[in-house]
């Protein structure tokens, strides 16, 4: 794996980075998440002070983030509920008699 040297601004402040090559696209469009949600608060609380705004931002993506892996979550426990009743099916279905004993 080869590591790249990349630097992403948020709020006119630039980070440096090394990171895995591949990962970059990701990196710079979570940089571009954050700092346009940090800018869309600086407007709309006319807030001055980057690190409330940074954490703010933070807050609501993580909630964001636990509100998908509980989603996530659910369906996962739905599907594993569905496949458990086709197996059920299937197995007597192909063995009857053993399941009637």
């Known amino acids: ?6 630097t992403v601004n948020i709020l006119e402040r630039s980070y440096k980075l090394s990171i895995a090559a591949e990962e970059e696209k990701h990196l710079r469009d ?13 407007k709309q ?6 690190q409330d705004l940074l954490a703010m931002v933070a ?17 996962d426990n739905r599907l594993i509920d569905k496949l458990t009743e086709i197996d059920t099916v299937l197995e ?10």
């Open 30 to 42: 979570a940089a571009a998440l954050i700092d346009a949600h940090a800018r869309m608060f600086k």
């Open 92 to 101: 007597n279905s192909l063995h009857p008699t053993q399941n009637s004993l």
């Open 45 to 50: 609380f006319n807030h001055r002070d980057n």
């Open 1 to 6: 794996m080869e590591n790249i040297s990349v």
């Open 59 to 75: 807050l609501m993506q993580v909630a964001e983030l636990n509100k998908t892996k509980d989603s996530l979550q659910y369906k």
